[in-house]
């Protein structure tokens, strides 16, 4: 009798540590006497049919690459019901097990979607933002979090030696989880995030105490979510007379080595969603809670919103002075 086959895309941004899990899904996989094939460029390589037959070698070298071999794409088609249909069509007549989806909030949907169609999907919470609920955390924030660290360690340096005020902007989408990580773990002056509205009269006092209290730079990490950095910048300067400048970090968070835990969480993630298929469950969001693994309905993952941890702000204000 043939081996049952398990489907895997890598989807929406690419985030390190993708590749890890990809490797797991196909070594665990094997290992428990599913065949694997990987579509190409997200959801689009399963419409337009073009895959990979993904064996145990096929994966070797590439726990510790950055991006997805698989490639990933964003695919608009997916939201409607031709294309939709036309996948769980493709599925069916592939005559596919199940399908494990890596990516973030867009690939969650997509899963949920051919769930609802009764195709059996699991998702697995990648992207550098961690802004995915039913997870503390997303393969890929920690390298992303840690490529910002040392981008503003560096900008830190040079910030110091002029005297000046530094916007940095951080990727996060909408949300500022990626953000407050960074600006905890670089120590920050300040933090401008969706989640918190800030009084702006404040922050310029703020900020010109920083420099009375004998700083010598300011970094204020902004997240993207909150508009034009370079507009936001240019109110700073105009309201406190500051040398302010601009860096945005923009893609290199997303690119890059995975840090060792981004693949352990890969490595493991990739490990359950095979043993939810095998034991022929669906609809479920694979996610780490609490420090223990924990499954999540995809469903609930999509209509919840993660909540933003106040108190760190609050703790990195302290720290701050
Ligand atoms: O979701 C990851 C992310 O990098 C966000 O932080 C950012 O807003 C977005 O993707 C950028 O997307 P794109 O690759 O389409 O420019």
């Known amino acids: 009798m ?3 086959k398990i489907g895997i895309i890598t989807s929406g941004g690419d985030a390190p540590g993708m590749n890890a899990a990809v490797r797991s899904i196909v070594r665990t996989g094997i290992y428990n006497g599913f065949d694997l094939i990987g579509f190409k460029r997200g959801f689009k390589g399963l419409l337009d049919g073009e895959y990979l037959n993904l064996t145990v070698r096929s994966v070797s070298g590439t726990i510790n690459l950055g991006g997805t ?10 939201k409607t019901s031709i294309g939709l249909n036309k996948a769980v069509k493709i599925i069916k007549e592939m005559n596919l ?8 909030d867009g690939s969650l949907a997509a899963a949920n979607a051919l769930s609802k169609h009764g195709i059996k999907a699991i998702s697995i919470p990648a992207s550098i933002d961690n802004d995915v ?3 503390d955390e997303t393969i890929g924030y920690d ?3 840690n490529t910002a660290v040392e981008a503003i360690d560096k900008i830190r340096d040079t910030a110091n030696s002029h005297d000046r005020v530094f916007v940095v902007e951080i990727m996060g989408r909408e949300h500022g989880f990626l953000t407050l990580a960074v600006g905890m773990a670089a120590g920050v002056e300040v933090i401008i995030v969706p989640e918190v509205k800030i009084n702006r009269k404040e922050l310029y006092m703020q900020l010109k105490q920083g420099f009375i ?14 508009g034009s950095s370079v507009q936001f910048a240019q109110e700073v300067a105009k309201n406190t007379g500051m040398d302010v400048r601009v860096s945005n970090l923009g893609y290199i968070q997303r690119g890059g080595t995975p840090t060792a835990r981004t693949r352990i969480l890969a490595s493991v993630f990739g490990a359950h969603a095979v043993k939810l298929l095998k034991e022929g469950k669906s609809n479920l969001l694979v996610g780490i809670t609490n420090g223990k693994i924990s499954y999540t309905p995809i469903k609930t993952a999509i209509s919840s919103e993660k909540t933003f941890d106040i108190e ?5 204000k302290k720290l701050s002075i």
Request: aromatic share 6%.
């Open 97 to 104: 097990e199940g399908l494990v989806v890596i990516g973030g």
């Open 213 to 226: 209290n004998g700083k010598t730079s300011l970094i204020i990490a902004y997240a993207e979510g909150c």
């Open 143 to 145: 390298t992303a979090l």
């Open 69 to 78: 071999k698989l490639h990933t794409g964003r695919c608009p088609e997916m």
């Open 2 to 4: 043939a081996n049952k």
């Open 133 to 135: 609920f039913g997870t």
């Open 312 to 316: 760190s702000y609050n703790i990195l």
